[in-house]
């Protein structure tokens, strides 16, 4: 048996949640969603979702992780329930297949990072298509992208993971300071913040912002598929994960908020539509880069992309601890081997993904009819919908079950520390959201997009 770390303090905990829940979800996705969805509305519903529904979940997977100190497949055997392993099994697999798209993306940041360097401004718009149409250099530098990924996951938790998140996340703000500061200087830029902050209170009760918001918030608070189960069973049994949950959450929001202060000045300052969608970032950026022109341009370009590298990278790490301290339990290997291993395997995934934009062959927009409609899909946006729309909203709904009608509330409160008032409104605000208000609202989520995803049905507009 491998001997099992912990994360050396409670600071490096939270950072390292952070920085799992830090990603291009928050830089890349946040943004363009909240373009399409008008800006301040779904800024709104996001941060109402965020604290009713997503934080008591990721107290529960940070409980059942602290509580069982074992990988997702093994947590509910530790706690007595061994039959509902097999939805923390679904999750490590879910989370691989999510990891093999995601970091293909990285893989394109990465690239990106590299012409920005080398002061190429034209590239994304120039040939951000053929990039992605291309499986070979895809492929290359997501494999840069991984290598690197699972040399700090080889190090394991406290040398690895602990000490590059303390490093990472604050370059992350700091960089993340300096663009926000830059953009507001430009001309339009206020235009921008008051799309932002300005409400269109007709959006607040349109169901798709609803559901985007609510999707949106999941995903970027990495819940579901048990990295937070599996990053919270490394913390030690002395360790607030109530005090710890706040800090991880509040930090997440922070970052996608201030994603918003950073993209709507830069988009009206250069006259782009905020509704682009997601060609916003590679594309969009690179087109304000490039007209800007000279060395702060380049400045600038590198920062930004170095800013998305970071986060993707911390957030690379988290996906591939959950199938590493998943294969070290199960098969006894040693954390180095079972890194690259891990890693080499994920990667033979993503090709079929990342052969899905090619022009031809059978992975491209082709490759799979949804039942009874004309929605063709790549292989790419298949693992998407399957994996990360449709499973990582069931597997919190799971989670959420358990926690409340198997593990029962009374126990998993007997994991989190009260201190004070405050602490106690927060937890009778998650309890009563665990018992009452998160079954019902998620299955309604997967009704939907179910629904809409594979059966082209809309029902709500
Ligand atoms: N939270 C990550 C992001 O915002 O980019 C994505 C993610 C990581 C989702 C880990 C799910 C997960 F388990």
């Not at 997977?61 to 602290?66: F, N």
């Not at 030690?236 to 922070?254: F, G, P, Q």
């Amino acid at each position: 048996m491998q001997e099992r770390e912990n994360f050396q303090s409670r600071l490096g905990f939270i950072l390292a949640a952070a920085g799992s829940a830090i990603g291009l979800g928050n830089l890349y996705q946040f943004p363009f969603k909240a373009g399409q969805g008008g800006g301040a509305s779904f800024l709104i519903l996001y941060l109402i979702f965020t604290v009713v529904i997503c934080f008591p979940i990721l107290l529960s997977e940070i409980a059942i992780g602290r509580k069982t100190q074992s990988n997702p497949a093994k947590a509910y055997s530790n706690l007595g329930f061994p039959k509902w392993n097999i939805v923390g099994l679904m999750g490590v697999i879910c989370g691989a297949l999510i990891f093999s798209f995601y970091i293909l993306v990285a893989g394109w940041v990465l690239k990106f990072l590299v012409e920005s360097i080398q002061g190429n401004l034209v590239y994304g718009k120039e040939s951000f298509f053929t990039l992605i149409a291309d499986p070979y250099e895809t492929m290359l530098y997501a494999s840069i992208f991984m290598l690197i990924t699972a040399f700090f996951v080889s190090r394991g938790i406290k040398e690895g993971i602990e000490k590059i998140a303390k490093y990472v996340l604050p370059g992350i703000f700091i960089i993340l300071i300096i663009l926000i500061i830059y953009a507001l200087t430009l001309p339009n830029a206020f235009e921008g913040i008051k799309f932002y902050l300005i409400p269109d209170f007709s959006l607040l009760l349109d169901m798709n912002t609803i559901q985007a918001a609510l999707s949106q918030s999941f995903f970027s608070l990495s819940l579901g598929m048990g990295a937070l189960i599996t990053y919270g069973s490394y913390v030690s049994k002395k360790e607030n994960i109530l005090r710890a949950s706040i800090w991880i959450t509040l930090s997440d929001v922070t970052v996608a908020v201030l994603a918003g202060f950073l993209i709507f000045p830069l988009v009206f300052s250069q006259g782009i539509d905020p509704k682009s969608g997601g060609g916003l970032l590679f594309i969009t950026m690179s087109e304000i880069f490039s007209s800007m022109g000279g060395l702060s341009a380049v400045i600038l370009s590198t920062m930004f992309f170095l800013l998305l590298s970071l986060a993707a990278l911390t957030t690379t790490i988290s996906f591939l601890e959950v199938s590493v301290a998943y294969s070290i339990e199960k098969y006894d290997l040693n954390r180095k081997k079972a890194a690259y291993i891990v890693a080499a395997i994920i990667l033979i995934i993503a090709i079929p993904s990342a052969m899905s934009h090619m022009k031809s062959g059978i992975f491209n927009s082709g490759f799979i009819t949804y039942f009874n409609t004309e929605i063709s899909v790549s292989f790419m946006d298949f693992i998407e919908d399957i994996a990360s729309d449709f499973y990582l909203p069931l597997g919190g709904m799971l989670i959420v079950f358990f926690t409340s009608r198997v593990w029962k509330l009374v126990n998993f409160k007997e994991e989190l520390t009260i201190k004070n008032k405050f602490d106690e409104k927060i937890v009778t605000l998650a309890l009563f959201s665990l018992r009452y208000l998160i079954l019902p609202v998620l299955l309604l989520l997967i009704i939907l997009t179910v629904l809409n995803h594979f059966f082209g049905i809309n029902l709500i507009n």
